[in-house]
């Protein structure tokens, strides 16, 4: 049974950080693209960051990059979200997704395989 467990979520003040987490299981780790997705209340859910199973890749949505970093440890079957910066826009349900993919250097968008289950972050002003 597959399982992506993500963790770390809260709440903190506008200009801090949070660094999110998410574990996986049922699956054969470093053959997976990860991504991150975020959904604010009344919004869809929107592409955030993604990384290759090498690690050597990644790619961000363009008003993140800079602010986010996601990296991942294949021996710990887990990726990271580092938030820096935080601002209110960025109060989210944040969800991690698992994508098999033939190549390490695909991050995809879209078409993931399996997601996790959330993990709120608010974001005060």
């Keep these: 049974q597959v399982q992506l467990v993500e ?7 506008a200009g801090g950080s949070l660094r999110l987490s998410c574990t996986t299981s049922g699956v054969t780790f470093n ?6 997705f975020r959904q604010a209340p009344g919004k869809e859910r929107e592409f955030v960051a993604a990384i290759g199973w090498s690690g050597g890749v990644t790619d961000y949505e363009g008003s993140l990059k800079g602010r986010f970093t996601i990296s ?3 021996a710990k079957n887990a990726v990271y ?25 695909i991050a995809p ?3 993931y395989d399996y997601w996790g289950q959330g993990t709120q972050v608010t974001v005060s002003s």
């Design 72 to 74: 991942r440890d294949n």
């Design 31 to 36: 053959t997976y693209a990860m991504g991150w």
């Design 81 to 105: 979200l580092q938030m820096n910066s935080l601002k209110p826009e960025d109060t989210a349900v944040y969800y991690c997704a698992a994508d098999h993919t033939e190549m390490s250097y």
């Design 109 to 111: 968008r879209g078409g």
């Design 7 to 13: 963790s770390g979520g809260g709440l903190v003040q």
